[in-house]
């Protein structure tokens, strides 16, 4: 019997690989996208490799658009993972056994170095949808994440602390939020992630002074009496903030 061609060294660079923490936020919970695998039922970031011609950020974003639907998504690299052991017992071999497909199961026996990056988008608009070696694709709230496949849980904690110090000097909610929201709902968002609770009185006049929100004349319907106002980000100063940077920290 012939063995099958190897497609994956046909298409992508050896060697290189590429992990997605997708963090969405619903119900006042941050949460991150997750897949499981067919056979083992291990969960794992969204992943892939790098073309040819492509570069990281190209294939990131590549990668992200077939699990999620959506394009011009935020996405910012934070580390390198390069543990000459982290590719070792990948699950993906168990199905590719099945198949007795000896080309791939030598790929996926490579050692990866992987490129992690963060990806902050609208939950109510992404599609989550499987890759090959997956049969579900999933949110998870951050608190309902067990162990992850090779060295994903230690790349999904790496992404959250990137994403909490980038609080610090870089405005975060317009890629998490609905396009108009109330100042509480803002504020549960950055307490989630920072995992301690703010000052309301200080977290409003901090959030204002910024200059990256507009305040709008119509409150949010459906609540208490006197509900809260809704606010928009700014888009020119939110873009601006975000190339320059914010004062202060939390």
Request: glycine content about 6%.
């Given at each position: 019997?012939n063995q099958k061609p190897n497609?994956?060294?046909?298409?992508?660079?050896?060697?290189?690989?590429?992990?997605?923490?997708?963090?969405?936020?619903?119900?006042?919970?941050?949460?991150?996208?997750?897949?499981?695998?067919?056979?083992?039922?291990?969960?794992?970031?969204?992943?892939?490799?790098?073309?040819?011609?492509?570069?990281?950020?190209?294939?990131?974003?590549?990668?992200?658009?077939?699990?999620?639907?959506?394009?011009?998504?935020?996405?910012?690299?934070?580390?390198?993972?390069?543990?000459?052991?982290?590719?070792?017992?990948?699950?993906?071999?168990?199905?590719?056994?099945?198949?007795?497909?000896?080309?791939?199961?030598?790929?996926?026996?490579?050692?990866?170095?992987?490129?992690?990056?963060?990806?902050?988008?609208?939950?109510?608009?992404?599609?989550?949808?499987?890759?090959?070696?997956?049969?579900?694709?999933?949110?998870?709230?951050?608190?309902?994440?067990?162990?992850?496949?090779?060295?994903?849980?230690?790349?999904?904690?790496?992404?959250?602390?990137?994403?909490?110090?980038?609080?610090?000097?870089?405005?975060?909610?317009?890629n998490l939020l609905p396009d108009?929201?109330?100042?509480?709902?803002?504020?549960?968002?950055?307490?989630?992630?920072?995992?301690?609770?703010?000052?309301?009185?200080?977290?409003?006049?901090?959030?204002?002074?910024?200059?990256?929100?507009?305040?709008?004349?119509?409150?949010?319907?459906?609540?208490?009496?006197?509900?809260?106002?809704?606010?928009?980000?700014?888009?020119?100063?939110?873009?601006?903030?975000?190339?320059?940077?914010?004062?202060?920290?939390?």
């Open positions: 019997m497609v994956y060294q046909d298409l992508f660079l050896n060697h290189l690989s590429l992990d997605c923490v997708v963090f969405g936020f619903h119900d006042s919970q941050l949460k991150v996208l997750l897949l499981r695998m067919k056979r083992t039922k291990d969960w794992a970031l969204p992943g892939g490799f790098v073309k040819p011609d492509e570069t990281f950020e190209v294939a990131a974003s590549r990668v992200l658009k077939e699990r999620t639907g959506l394009g011009d998504i935020f996405l910012k690299q934070f580390k390198i993972f390069s543990d000459p052991l982290r590719s070792q017992n990948n699950p993906i071999v168990s199905d590719l056994e099945e198949e007795k497909d000896k080309g791939c199961i030598e790929w996926f026996h490579q050692r990866f170095i992987s490129v992690g990056f963060y990806a902050l988008v609208d939950f109510s608009k992404a599609e989550p949808t499987p890759d090959f070696f997956s049969d579900q694709c999933s949110w998870k709230a951050l608190d309902e994440v067990d162990a992850l496949m090779l060295d994903h849980t230690q790349i999904l904690t790496k992404a959250l602390e990137t994403l909490r110090l980038q609080l610090n000097y870089q405005p975060i909610g317009y108009k929201f109330t100042m509480p709902e803002l504020q549960k968002l950055y307490e989630t992630i920072l995992g301690k609770e703010l000052d309301r009185r200080n977290f409003q006049r901090r959030m204002l002074s910024y200059g990256i929100l507009n305040k709008l004349e119509e409150r949010k319907t459906g609540g208490a009496h006197k509900s809260p106002f809704l606010y928009e980000f700014n888009l020119g100063n939110y873009q601006k903030a975000l190339q320059v940077g914010l004062y202060g920290g939390w």
